[in-house]
């Protein structure tokens, strides 16, 4: 049964760079059949999609448009691993962050339809000085 | 970006009664729409995809319906544990967004 477990500070500065990390046991991050995904929830904002990463004869990364220039989502493969960076924080980016694995649960002959099915605690992070 | 609504928020309801929660997609998803489940200082927790397929483990009290615009999540004979907040989010395409939730409480 897949299991994961975030990782990462709970407190970060205003203006650097919040780096949490999934660990992944019971399936693999190269998986053709599973994207790993970066989800957010705040009072203002709700549940907010952030990203995902997936494999599938190469690497694929997605981003919500709003963070594209701030956000990384990168996989680790010895690890069997994904993480998330978010540059140049603000107090509006103070969130639950939570990791989750999505399944392929439909396809088209140019799309690939994935539902997020295991989700990870949830990392509370707060920006502030 | 694809705007979801849920109605009615809040929710009171007894054990036992049959519980329905909209959701409307601000433009059509075909089915590919997802519920979950979240309870006080838990991650949310999936319970339908495809607007209608239960995840496995989940109570058959639950189910979905609809498709395109208009999808909705029905409890039959509410449970004590299914007081909660209930969100339906839509992974038809990008940016995935999620509705603002439904809380049910129990009168």
């Known amino acids: 049964q897949v299991q994961l477990q975030q990782s990462g500070p709970g407190l970060v500065k205003p203006s650097q760079t919040l780096s949490l990390t999934c660990d992944i046991s019971g399936d693999s991050v190269s998986s053709v059949s599973f994207s790993w995904n970066w989800v957010r929830q705040s009072p203002s904002r709700g549940l907010e999609w952030l990203g995902r990463?997936?494999?599938?004869?190469?690497?694929?990364?997605d981003y919500a448009e709003s963070l594209k220039t701030r956000l990384s989502i990168k996989s680790d493969i010895a690890k069997n691993q994904f993480s998330l960076q978010l540059d140049s924080v603000s107090p509006e980016d103070t969130a639950i962050y939570y990791c989750a694995r999505a399944r392929v649960v439909g396809a088209t002959r140019s799309k690939f339809y994935f539902h997020m099915d295991v989700w990870g605690k949830g990392t509370t992070v707060t920006v502030s000085s | 970006d694809i705007q979801m609504t849920q109605s009615p928020s809040p929710l009171s309801a007894s054990v036992g009664d049959r519980v329905t929660i909209a959701c409307r997609a601000s433009q059509g998803i075909n089915s590919y729409l997802a519920w979950f489940q979240q309870k006080p200082g838990k991650a949310p927790k999936s319970l339908i995809y495809g607007a209608s397929s239960l995840q496995s483990g989940v109570p058959s009290r639950f189910s979905g319906s609809g498709s395109g615009t208009d999808f909705t999540l029905t409890i039959n004979s509410l449970q004590p544990e299914d007081a909660a907040t209930y969100y339906c989010?839509?992974?038809?395409?990008?940016?995935?967004?999620f509705g603002p939730g439904t809380k049910v409480d129990l009168k």
């Open positions: 989010q839509q992974y038809d395409s990008f940016p995935f967004t």
């Open positions: 990463t997936w494999h599938n004869s190469r690497w694929f990364t």
